[in-house]
């Protein structure tokens, strides 16, 4: 329990600085917040054996949110955003344990793919929630 709260620390540590960069967030910023914060207590809730959290928000708002000015997109944005529903969609019908932590694994991995191509910052912070494939 210390280590996730020393990781949840370390996280707000990493992303502070790029909180005040900007006056005002982005809205698709403040999606994404949501989005980790959702990956963040949805590990939780696989490693307590609890039931699957409702996510924050949807392929629309996403697709539709505004990105922070001067960031540049991918072509394959869409695509990108489609990929990470998709695996969302997919988790969300694993009941057995081991694969709801692969399907949460793969999640994450879906995360981590669009912001290699668009985002590289996050990674670390995002990389950290992926589930220890032996643990259990
Ligand atoms: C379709 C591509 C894509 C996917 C999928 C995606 N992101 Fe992002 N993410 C972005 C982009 C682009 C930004 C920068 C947004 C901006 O500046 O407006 C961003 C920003 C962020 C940030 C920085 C927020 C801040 O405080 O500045 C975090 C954290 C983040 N994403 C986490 C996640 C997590 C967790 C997931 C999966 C649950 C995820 N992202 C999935 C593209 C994506």
Redesign the pocket.
């Given at each position: 329990m210390k280590t996730v709260f020393l990781l949840l620390g370390l996280c707000f540590a990493l992303?502070l600085p790029?909180?005040f960069a900007a006056d005002k967030?982005?809205?698709?910023?403040r999606l994404?917040?949501q989005?980790?914060s959702?990956?963040k207590q949805e590990k939780l809730q696989i490693e307590n054996n609890k039931p699957a959290l409702h996510f924050p928000t949807t392929l629309q708002k996403?697709s539709k949110?505004?990105?922070?000015a001067g960031?540049k997109?991918s072509n394959e944005?869409r695509q990108?955003?489609a990929?990470?529903f998709g695996e969302l969609n997919h988790y969300y019908q694993k009941q057995d344990s081991a694969e709801r932590r692969t399907g949460f694994n793969l999640?994450?991995s879906?995360?981590i793919?669009?912001?290699q191509h668009?985002?590289p910052?996050?990674i670390v912070?995002?990389k950290k929630?992926l589930l220890e494939p032996t643990e259990q």
């Open positions: 992303l790029s909180s967030p982005s809205e698709l910023t994404m917040r989005m980790l959702y990956i996403v949110a505004k990105i922070t960031k997109i944005h990108y955003i990929d990470f999640l994450v879906s995360c793919n669009c912001h668009e985002c910052g996050p912070v995002i929630n």
